[in-house]
T-cell receptor, first 113, second 113 residues
């Protein structure tokens, strides 16, 4: 069993839709949670990160962490064609090596006009 | 501020040959990481430098892989001799402090034929 599970998609939505992307994890020691966006032939770009359970909002993006269920989500409001990319969840242990990340496989998102 | 730079962007070599990948981190970032994504799999951690020292190399697959960071600036990752299963995208990332978010380069796509 993988430590982090993420549906690879592809997920296709119309412009303006609310998108929900999710990951589950098995190791309760993960404390630091991130979402990265990756465009084709580019490196992952950090969108959001959080240490705690609950919601964190940044513009059209909301990250949600539920440690009791080992479940994290990223919501995108008013989705745009420019949001079309692969979205990767990542997590790490909250130690001095917090940046040793464990990734999900990524969900490919297509926002259509 | 220049981002993380990787060279080459793409390399095609034959099985048994040697390849050296280079990464230039963001100026002032002491932490440098190598990650790899092989076909259909998630991005996986290879190793972590703090300045010129290897902090964690638990993800290195075998002794055909050698990473160096002389002088604590740029880093190289050498694969010798290359095998077919080494094909994938090799990402470099850097961060300012051990707990701060990672900034990724665009990766080197390695194809071993």
């Amino acid at each position: 069993q993988k430590e982090v599970e993420q549906d690879p998609g592809p997920l296709s939505v119309p412009e303006g839709a609310i998108v929900s992307l999710n990951c589950t994890y098995s190791n309760s020691a993960f404390q630091y949670f991130m979402w990265y966006r990756q465009y084709s032939r580019k490196g992952p770009e950090l969108l959001m990160y959080t240490y705690s359970s609950g919601n964190k909002e940044d513009g059209r993006f909301t990250a949600q962490v539920d440690k009791s269920s080992k479940y994290i989500s990223l919501f995108i409001r008013d989705s745009q064609p420019s949001d079309s990319a692969t979205y990767l969840c990542a997590m790490s242990f909250l130690t001095g090596t917090a940046s040793k990340l464990t990734f999900g496989t990524g969900t490919r998102l297509q926002v259509t006009l | 501020e220049a981002g993380v730079t990787q060279f080459p962007s793409h390399s095609v070599i034959e099985k048994g040959q040697t390849v050296t990948l280079r990464c230039d981190p963001i100026s002032g970032h002491d932490n440098l990481y190598w990650y790899r994504r092989v076909m259909g799999k998630e991005i996986k951690f290879l190793l972590h430098f703090v300045k010129e020292s290897k902090q964690d190399e638990s993800g290195m697959p075998n002794n055909r892989f050698l990473a160096e960071r002389t002088g604590g600036t740029y880093s190289t990752l050498k694969v010798q001799p290359a095998e077919l299963e080494d094909s994938g995208v090799y990402f470099c990332a850097s961060s300012q402090a051990g707990d701060s978010p990672l900034h990724f380069g665009n990766g080197t796509r390695l194809t071993v034929t």
